[in-house]
């Protein structure tokens, strides 16, 4: 086992090292968020605390298109990584084309509802609020904190997500073993995927 | 191994998951919507890992580290939440 | 370069190049342990420094050499530098990085080019946060407190954030590393049971590194989406809780203390018994223990923050479970000094740095004892005990065993041996001065004197002076190594395989060992520490 290191295609040692690797990193990323959603309960529990009332004011349209969006997306990485597995590789960077762009579009979404969100007041930017009318009531003000928070690193980490899927299908023939490489880009989509699954009801069916 | 049908499947089922739970918000429960939002989370969740992320024939390492996260995440709000329930 | 020269080049890990871009793109594990090595040994001396100002400060009880502001700023330097730009990478990065490949009989680490981009992490990381911390300052402590971090502090605290997040990057890079090493590349026969007590413990200290860290990140992120927009989680005027911070604050860094300690541990796990010339007593006991201190040191973290507000029944678990940890450490302890019994021990260099671990992490651990007592934690919090008592384990526990380590695989590592009078000699320094300076600190604790206090009432002084003077000899203790071990790398006659005749995969191959470790792959088919038995040295295939 040990003389299997570096770029041999070997049934276990590379291509399993690569998967466990990718699960430990998410199970890391599993905590980040963990400790994030951890954040937001405690100002949930907090007494006094008008969570529900706060939440009202998103787009529960919005939210809901973006949940679809997104799980769309994950239909699309799985197709993709199936279509690989079976040497059809045209099929399967459309599919990664397709994750992309619906990623982008997710954020799409979210930047416009976050403009919509900083125009009304709602969001603590600092420089912005001066240009905006006042925040509503101060209760408000913690629920959208915590949004910023969860949201934001959320679209950081879908941001390199739609990096790394464009990076995998434009340098796939440059790729030693592109179907392992997407394999284990998936893992990492599908994750985001389930992250917001949990956000979701969070933040916006609070009501 | 996923195929177009397993992966279809799921992608309906989980679509259908998401207007159960946008529509039980519409139905007032109290403590109990957030119940039943969570408990569709998690099972979105475990439909996408389980198919999508191979997880119903996993690598044994793989569920583990399913479990340690699980497990990890138990200790971190019990035992911050014990301190915020008997301030 | 005339050090090239000096070094066994002919078939070695040395030999494939000396261009600078042989080191900085280089993947071979080995490698990259240097890349880190210099910079650790750089960061620690500018921490030593930090350290030396703030001694020569506390020599007299006013606050006549610096400013109170500049006092803040410099024992958060210390603090930053020493935590997270020495101590969390030290054994893993540099003892680690070289030795676990070597150990498993592998090639390298399962991901070799992220274990280069974990050093280039790291190097970014760390040196963001020291420019934060040199040009305008940081006076937050290493701690980070709020509401001061978030509220009221007008120094560099979001770049000294954001450079903490990027170096946690690279822990938890390299934890990965470990973690999928360990587990998918031992050579043939090295089952778990058959693994050195060192892979053990990196293994455990690798779990405690992806668990925890990306709960500092989080944490971190917070405080700089607070700087920033004004984001009012730890704030009580707009509904949060400055608790809050500190709960999660030190979910991450309780676990990082024994991220610094589990591979001093498994070093002196390895010394102990080749020194001893007996097998590790109660293996499987050690073994254990180091996952079960990875385990329960997630679950004690309410211990600093006993007078912060928290409930007093959340305390009394957090107390119940701080004693409980004693016990794994115990249990190590036991099992290394038993090894040693009727063994015929001899003292190198290392096995004095190891023997003083020993005494040391005691000491401190006992310490630790008083200070989970949730009612004399009220009298010591926050006083120069708990200092004393983290810089026993953390220094004369960790530097201490991190010394003992690159002594022990010195002549590995590069093919020298170095002199083992001037080693003895830096040993028995730096035990001496250690205790000069921090025993006093005991009694200034316990007497009340608080930390991160520049100022005292003139009765302390007497115990200050000693600890400054004490400080003097740590300092010579630590330097001395730099010089006869810089020596040897040019003058330092040739180090056979296996100098000290110890067991375990690493000493099977040359000394410094080729680029991919082993000229034949090898084939484990016995227990680790097979010292007892003279005409069987070592499992005989492996001759």
């Known amino acids: 086992m040990s003389v299997e290191t570096q770029g041999e295609p070997l049934p276990t040692g590379l291509k399993a090292s690569g998967e466990l690797g990718v699960f430990v990193f998410l199970v890391s990323e599993g905590l980040l968020f963990g400790a994030l959603i951890l954040g937001y309960t405690v100002m949930r529990l907090s007494p006094g605390a008008d969570f529900a009332g706060a939440s009202k004011e998103l787009s529960l349209l919005l939210g809901t298109l973006n949940t679809c969006v997104l799980l769309t997306s994950s239909l699309a990485a799985a197709l993709a990584t199936m279509w690989a597995d079976g040497k059809r590789d045209g099929y399967a960077r459309i599919a990664i084309l397709v994750t992309a762009a619906l990623g982008l579009v997710f954020l799409s979404i979210k930047s416009y509802e976050w403009f919509d969100e900083a125009q009304k007041g709602l969001l603590p930017f600092r420089d912005v609020s001066d240009r905006y009318p006042k925040a509503s009531p101060q209760e408000h003000r913690e629920f959208f904190d915590a949004y910023l928070v969860l949201t934001g690193t959320h679209g950081l980490h879908l941001i390199s997500g739609i990096g790394l899927m464009l990076g995998i299908t434009v340098f796939w023939k440059r790729l030693v073993h592109p179907a392992h490489t997407l394999k284990m880009a998936a893992l990492y989509w599908h994750f985001i995927d389930v992250i917001w699954v949990f956000l979701f009801p969070l933040l916006y069916l609070v009501r | ?83 915020y329930a008997t301030r | 370069m005339t050090i090239a020269a000096d070094l066994p080049e002919r078939g070695s890990y040395f030999a494939p190049g000396w261009r600078l871009r042989d080191w900085l793109l280089t993947t071979d594990h080995k490698r990259i342990a240097w890349l880190y090595m210099s910079a650790l040994l750089t960061f620690f001396f500018i921490g030593g420094a930090a350290a030396t100002l703030i001694r020569i400060e506390l020599f007299s009880p006013s606050g006549d050499f610096m400013t109170d502001d500049t006092y803040n700023r410099m024992f958060t330097l210390h603090g930053v530098v020493m935590v997270w730009f020495f101590l969390i990478p030290s054994i893993p990065a540099t003892l680690g990085n070289f030795l676990l490949p070597l150990m498993l009989g592998a090639k390298d680490l399962a991901f070799p080019r992220l274990n280069l981009a974990s050093w280039y992490v790291f190097m970014a990381g760390a040196l963001i946060t020291l420019w934060a911390m040199l040009v305008g300052g940081l006076d ?65 200290t690798s779990l405690v590194m992806v668990l925890a860290t990306p709960v500092l990140a989080a944490t971190l992120l917070l405080i700089v989406a607070d700087r920033v927009f004004g984001i009012g989680i730890f704030d009580p005027a707009q509904g949060g809780d400055p608790l809050l911070f500190q709960h999660l604050f030190w979910f991450y860094s309780h676990p990082a203390v024994y991220i610094m300690i589990l591979p001093g541990m498994g070093v002196v796990s390895e010394i102990l018994p080749c020194f001893s010339r007996r097998p590790l007593f109660g293996y499987k006991f050690v073994a254990y223990s180091s996952m079960g201190i990875a385990l329960l040191g997630f679950m004690v973290w309410g211990h600093h923050m006993f007078v912060s507000g928290q409930s007093t029944y959340a305390g009394v678990i957090f107390s119940f479970l701080s004693f409980c940890i004693a016990v794994p450490s115990a249990i190590k302890v036991f099992n290394w000094t038993l090894t040693m019994r009727k063994g015929s021990v001899t003292f190198e260099t290392s096995m004095i740095y190891s023997l003083g671990f020993l005494g040391l992490f005691v000491f401190g651990g006992l310490a630790g004892l008083f200070l989970a007592a949730l009612a004399e934690d009220v009298h010591l919090t926050d006083t120069y005990f708990v200092i004393a008592h983290f810089h026993y384990i953390m220094v004369g526990g960790m530097v201490t065993a991190f010394l003992a380590g690159v002594h022990f695989w010195w002549p590995k590592m590069t093919g020298r041996m170095y002199s083992e009078t001037w080693g003895r000699i830096a040993a028995v320094t730096s035990f001496l001065g250690f205790n000069l300076t921090f025993f006093p600190q005991f009694i200034l604790g316990f007497n009340g004197m608080p930390r991160r206090y520049h100022t005292y009432p003139d009765e302390f002084q007497v115990w200050n002076v000693l600890s400054s003077a004490g400080a003097v000899v740590l300092a010579l203790g630590y330097l001395m190594p730099l010089f006869y071990l810089g020596y040897s790398l040019f003058k330092g006659p040739r180090a056979p395989d296996n100098p000290w005749d ?34 069987i040295d070592r499992p005989a295939d492996q001759r």
């Open chain 2, 1 to 83: 191994m996923i195929t177009i049908r397993s992966a279809v499947l799921t992608y309906i089922g989980l679509i259908v998951l998401v207007l159960l739970t946008v529509g039980s918000i519409f139905i007032p429960l109290g403590v109990g919507n957030s119940l039943i939002n969570l408990a569709i989370a998690v099972a979105k969740a475990a439909l996408i890992g389980a198919v999508f992320m191979h997880l119903r024939k996993p690598l044994p390492l793989a569920a583990m580290s399913i479990f340690v996260l699980l497990f990890w995440l138990c200790l971190m709000y019990g035992f911050t939440l014990s301190d």
């Open chain 3, 502 to 535: 110890a067991t375990g995969l690493e000493w099977q191959t040359s000394s410094p060992p080729p680029k991919d470790n082993f000229r034949t792959p090898p084939v484990v088919t016995g227990p680790p520490y097979q010292y007892e038995l003279p005409e």
């Open chain 3, 140 to 204: 937050t402590g290493w701690t980070f407190y709020t509401p001061l971090s978030t509220m009221f502090t007008t120094d560099n605290t979001s770049i000294a954030a954001i450079g903490v997040f990027i170096i946690g990057f690279s822990t938890i890079m390299t934890g990965i590393n470990f973690i999928v090493t360990t587990h998918k590349l031992r050579a043939p026969g090295q089952t778990w049971f058959r693994l050195p007590i060192f892979v053990w413990t990196l293994y455990a």
